[in-house]
């Protein structure tokens, strides 16, 4: 997943450098690339959501 | 243009460090370089940084349009949750412990909090040079520097990309917990499903401990582990009939003076030797300082001096004085403010017992040690004894006791163990620990040089004691309601 992430975030990069006219694509893209990155992580720390604090 | 050139050059110079430094630095020199391969949190991290960059490249072609300042604060906010979570996972480790490589004398994970953090900093400082209006309508045209920075940074993303599809794979297979190391041979390729494994969700983890209870314990005489244990008759029953702030939680005994200590949630009372009536008291303030949460146990020190120790294994220590300060003594107690002064309040940090909560305390003379014993939780099962210096209260020995051989004492099955028992109460006589276990109402001996029990009985009629004392060569329990069962000293 974290591969697909990364394709994403090269694609939105290039649409910034080479096609600004597709701004709104590239900012959904953008979106969805840091949703995905969000839920990878919670996934990954759902044993624990909140940091380990001794609470 | 001034103030354009003041947000974009500080702008682009930012996105430029952020995409040679640590996006750079992890993927073409940890990663393909020393082989160090991202667990499943790093590389959300380093992909937030990816993408608090890639926000900054928007701001830099677009313009500083609201939604990209926003979507930049919510990155790095995360960013912030996401290093304080991994982060916390290897705080309790020993000094240079940790998790994959470091950076300067610092593991990757702690960076990221840093790094998340200076972009704060700096959204913060380029906001205070935008004027107002000034969201670009339509794409900028890249100077030179904006565009060498926005090609690197395609680099830098194609680079992780290549290490991602070898470390993790393609989609649905995911980071792992434990990486192998990078390799760009597909042989040593390890891709992985095991995130996606089912598993329970939590908000603490395992820091969610119920705190102690005597009504936890089971009672039942047949999960006792113990095969064989006698039963101890019981010398007479009484009662403490005292004016107390609350519930019992503890009872200790002063040879020197023929003192009693009472404990209750926030009180310390010493009673003459009858019981008959209340010579001295206070009550703590025990938010004050230390989290002194619930007293649990309590102990003499010396003939003037008495510890109250916390479910948490939190303390605090106050030598009589019958003159005491009151006006000073305000911070450190609720009540009777003139009886005691406090020599300390601290905590008692443990290893083997640092997830379970204890509610006995016992001191020794002759070692001029105090121990503590664990109670199990839902979590953790294990009967912890815990030796503490008397001159740092610092932990200086702990252990896991056995059933001594020669004891004469067996466990009903192969898998009984000692771990069942709820110790709510100690004391120290003849050079063994007494603990009460409010499970089972039984009294076990431990030796504690021998790390084992050398005995141990069942007292009938015994329901969830949460105190012991000995006096000459009796012991005394109580329960919370003040109920005092009394049986010779095995």
């Given at each position: 997943m974290e591969f697909l992430n990364f394709v994403l975030i090269f694609a939105t990069g290039y649409l910034v450098l080479r096609?600004?006219?597709r701004e709104r694509l590239a900012f959904g893209l953008l979106v969805t690339s840091c949703l995905l990155m969000a839920t990878l992580f919670l996934i990954g720390a759902r044993g624990s959501i909140l940091p380990g604090l001794n609470y | 243009m001034a103030t354009r050139n003041a947000l974009y050059t500080p702008l682009t110079l930012a996105v430029l460090a952020l995409v040679v430094g640590p996006i750079g630095i992890a993927v073409?020199?940890?990663?393909?370089?020393?082989g160090d391969s991202p667990c499943v949190l790093c590389w959300a991290q380093r992909t937030g940084m990816v993408l608090i960059a890639l926000t900054g490249l928007f701001v830099i072609r677009f313009g500083p349009r609201p939604r990209y300042i926003g979507l930049a604060v919510l990155l790095a906010a995360f960013g912030l949750y996401m290093g304080l979570r991994h982060s916390s996972l290897h705080l309790?480790?020993?000094?240079?412990?940790?998790?994959s490589a470091e950076i300067l004398g610092a593991h990757t994970y702690t960076w990221s909090m840093f790094i998340y953090w200076v972009c704060v900093l700096m959204m913060g400082a380029l906001l205070l040079v935008l004027k107002d209006g000034?969201?670009?309508s339509e794409a900028r045209r890249l100077r030179p520097l904006e565009r060498v920075t926005l090609w690197l940074f395609l680099v830098a993303a194609a680079g992780n990309a290549v290490q991602a599809f070898a470390s993790?794979?393609?989609?649905p297979y995911m980071g792992q917990g434990d990486p192998v190391r990078f390799s760009?041979?597909?042989?040593?390729w390890v891709w992985s499903l095991?995130?996606?494994?089912p598993a329970p969700v939590s908000?603490?983890?395992?820091?969610?401990i119920e705190k102690p209870d005597?009504?936890?314990?089971?009672?039942?005489?047949?999960?006792?582990?113990?095969?064989n244990a006698p039963v101890l008759p019981v010398s007479r029953r009484a009662s403490v009939a005292l004016p107390l702030d609350?519930?019992?939680t503890d009872l200790a005994y002063g040879a020197g003076t023929d003192r009693f200590l009472l404990t209750t949630e926030k009180g310390l009372y010493i009673t003459d030797g009858s019981f008959g009536r209340v010579l001295r008291h206070t009550v703590v303030d025990?938010?004050?300082?230390?989290?002194?949460?619930?007293?649990a146990a309590g102990a003499f020190l010396a003939s003037d001096t008495v510890l109250a120790v916390s479910e948490n294994k939190s303390f605090v220590i106050l030598r009589e004085h019958d003159n005491a300060e009151a006006a000073a003594n305000y911070r450190y107690?609720?009540?009777?403010?003139?009886?005691f002064d406090e020599v300390s309040r601290s905590r008692f940090t443990t290893v083997r017992a640092k997830m379970m909560y204890v509610m006995s305390a016992a001191f020794d003379p002759a070692t001029d040690s105090v121990f503590t014993v664990t109670v199990p939780n839902a979590r953790v099962k294990r009967l912890v004894v815990s030796r503490f210096d008397r001159?740092?209260?610092?932990?200086s020995e702990e252990f896991t006791p056995v059933l001594a051989p020669g004891s004469g004492l067996a466990f009903?099955?192969?898998?009984?163990?000692?771990?069942?028992f709820y110790v709510s109460g100690a004391a120290f006589a003849n050079g063994k620990l007494y603990v009460i276990s409010a499970a089972f109402g039984a009294l076990l001996a431990i030796d504690p040089q021998a790390r084992a029990v050398v005995s141990a009985c069942t007292i009938p009629?015994?329901?969830?004691?949460v105190g012991l004392a000995i006096k000459g060569s009796e012991a005394f329990i109580v329960d919370a309601g003040g109920g005092l069962t009394i049986v010779p000293l095995p």
């Open positions: 096609r600004p006219e | 073409f020199i940890l990663g393909f370089g020393l309790w480790r020993d000094v240079g412990q940790g998790f000034e969201a670009a993790t794979g393609p989609p760009f041979n597909p042989a040593n095991e995130e996606w494994a908000l603490r983890g395992r820091w969610a005597v009504a936890l314990a089971s009672i039942d005489p047949a999960a006792n582990p113990l095969a609350g519930p019992i025990t938010g004050f300082s230390v989290d002194l949460a619930r007293f107690f609720l009540a009777s403010f003139d009886k001159r740092d209260m610092t932990l009903r099955s192969e898998k009984g163990s000692l771990d069942s009629g015994l329901v969830r004691p």
